[in-house]
Structure formats: structure tokens, C-alpha cells
């Protein structure tokens, strides 16, 4: 029983901890209701940006809180009742937007993303997948000279932590990207990313590696989880009262964590979900983009995909499970068609999923407070695909009492669960 461990939840954060615990020789079991890389892991953009070190509660959200309040952009949305029910999240993540909170969650993602990025790397060329990889970064784009001028603080932060960049004139963007339309005056191109060209596929590739080494895949509702009382095992009960035991359990379940840690176990996490969608479209006149753009502007970002050009939205702060509102797709449909020539759309339903997001924009990753075997690794918001395997690396570490690659601290459970 000592090595037995059941993680719940598919997402790429699941999928990585049980290869990761898998190769230090425990038995693993997933839990999923779904599919591996079908929920919150397969609609993102596909970057493993260390860009992506900047929290959207940083010290520049102040200067920009009056225009966001007005509730209308494509970047960010929000559901006043919502934040009302849920203030003590909302004030967390302002207060979160401190430079000091600031400087302490840039340096924990920066070290998260690069442990992420190898971690990619490998398991991409264990799985068989590592044609999806490009290695050629992202683009954000500026629409004034004030917009650029205005992105001070991300490129003192990018050079702080020595991530190459390279500030582009709207020539050199246009010889970069000759398709997109002459709209930007200034880009960035942030040099230290990575992109695939299907997170979906990519995850699945990972779970197949997973199972091809000896580890389950179980498809089913788990209604609860539960300490035996014999032995101190945990016991993972599903919907239709069966249980299975293990030594010890990883909760993966990203933006459905809230809920079943409050019904199983009656541990309040402070979530709130950074929904987004996503539509695919092809390309007029045979154009093509050869990595993803970030719109700064237009508060949007375009991927090219297995599925076509992928339009993934900003932020909107609602519940998990609210009704969709497709608003911020359609301004952001519109402003890019302003940047680039894109067809028709290729679904006739946009995606929707919810990211869960903790009050300082960094996951738990550890053990929880007065849980002993319940390990918990979520709380990813928009940067899962970024952050996952290192996660992983970092709580299999933890699990089996050896060094990290770095100091976990600024992840710890016990910052937001006593």
C-alpha cells in the first residue's frame, strides 16, 4: 500500500504528477470523469512561455482597474455579483498586486515555467510527440507607440530575469509575420517560448506514455474522498458508492478543486475561475502565421493549430458554471480581422472552460494542512500547459523526501489552508 497513489484529475497537471510519481517507482491510478486533456487543459494557447511569469495582478493593474471596471473590453470581464459573493477573493488578489507579493510570485513562476520547460522537453521525446514542438517564441503586438511604451514594466520584468526579447519595428514584424496586417507600430517577440500545436493532443500523448508503462486510467465521477479508519489509508469513492484505497492521493482536479474539497473533506480553498473561450478559423487567401501572437490591444491571442488558427479570449471572472456569454469572442473576433485575414469559423460551438485561479495567481503545491497523504497541486490559472510538469517534478520531490529542484515555499497549501 505504501506506493500506491491516486491522483484526481486528467488536465495536464494530473497527467504529468502520475508519469512523474510513475518514474520514481509508485503504482498510480487517475481518476477522471472525462477523458485525459479534455477539460481545462485543452483549450489554452499552447505557449510554454516564460513570459507568462507575469501575474495579472501585478503593480500595472492599478493604472489600469478605472478602464477595466467599465466591464466592456475583450480582455477582461466580470460578474458583479460574482466578485460580491466572492470579496474576500477579490481583495486578496488586489492586495496580491503589491510589489512585494509581486516580486516573490514572478520569482516562483520563472523557476516553475524553465523546471517546466525541461520537463516538456523530455516528456514530449518520451511520448513520441516532439513534432508538435515549435521553438521559434511569440509575439505581443502593440497598436500605438503608447501601448508599447505603456508595456514598461513586463520588459523590465522580462530583463530582470534575463528572458530574451527583441523589440520589433513594424517592418521587422512584417518580416517576420509578412501576413499580418499593417496595424502595429511596435511588437515584442519573446524569444524564450515554446509552442505545440495542440495542448489537447498533447496531454493525450502523455497519459498513452502513462498507461504504456503499466499505470490505469480510471473514467469515472469520484463522489468523495475519505480516511479509512483501519488502516489510515484514503479511500476514493465514486459515484455509485465503490471505493478503491491508496497510501496517499494527489488532488489535480484544477477549477473543480473548490467544490469537492468542500464537500469531501470541508476544506475551503479561495478560487475564483479566469473563464475563457476559444473558436478556430482558417486562414483567407492562403495566409499563415508561424507562431502564436499576443494582440495587446485587442485582448486576444491567435495560435496556429492542428484545428486551424485558434482565437483564445481574456479573462472573465465568473462562476465556474455560469451560462455563456459570448460578448468578449465577438470583440475579439472583430479586432482580429482587423490584424490578420481570417475565413470563416470552423465550429459552429465555441469552446468554454474555467481556470482556476488562487488569490496571488500561484498554485498549491504540497502537502495539505492537517491531511497527512492528501498532496494538492492546483490553483494554475491561465498557465497550466506552462507550469504543469514542473509541478509535478516539484511535488514528486516533496512526496518522496528529496531535494527540489527549488525552494517550493511560495507554493505551500498552508498560505491559504490552516
Known sequence: MKNTVAILGAGIVGVSCALE???????????????PGRETSYGNAGVIARSS?????????????????????????????????????ALGFLSSARSSVFNETTAA????????TKEHQRLLAEAGAAHRLRANGWLF???????????????DTFDKFSISTQALDAQELSDLEPDLKHLFPRALWIKDTSSVDSPGRVVEAYAKLFVSRGGRIKQALVGGLRRAAANDAWQI??????????????LALGPWTKEFARKSLGIS????????????????????LSRPIYDTGGGYVLSPMEQGLRLSTGVQLTARDAPKNLSQLELAERSAREAFPLDGRLETDPWLGSRPTLPDSRPMIGECPRHPGLWLAFGHQHIGFS????????????????????DPAPFRPSRFIH
Not at 141 to 155: A, I, N, P, T
Not at 388 to 401: E, R
Open 141 to 155: 503586438l502593440y497598436r500605438s507607440e503608447q501601448g508599447f511604451d505603456g508595456s514598461r514594466l513586463s520588459r
Open 53 to 89: 511569469l507575469m501575474p495579472f495582478n501585478n503593480p500595472g493593474l492599478w493604472a489600469s482597474l478605472p478602464k477595466l471596471l467599465k466591464n466592456n473590453s475583450a480582455q477582461f470581464r466580470y460578474d458583479p455579483l460574482f466578485l460580491a459573493r466572492n470579496l474576500p477573493w
Open 269 to 288: 480553498v479561495p478560487m475564483a475561475f479566469e473563464r475563457g473561450y476559444h473558436m478556430h478559423y482558417g486562414a483567407a487567401g492562403g495566409a499563415t
Open 21 to 35: 510519481l510513475q518514474r520514481r517507482g509508485h503504482d498510480v491510478t487517475i481518476f477522471d470523469r472525462v477523458a
Open 237 to 250: 469513492v465514486e459515484e455509485d458508492g465503490r471505493a478503491h484505497e491508496v497510501s496517499r492521493v494527489v
Open 387 to 406: 507550469t504543469g510538469p514542473g509541478t509535478a517534478s516539484l511535488l514528486a520531490s516533496m512526496m518522496v523526501g528529496e531535494a527540489c529542484a527549488f
Open 109 to 116: 513562476l520563472d523557476a516553475l515555467i524553465q523546471l517546466s
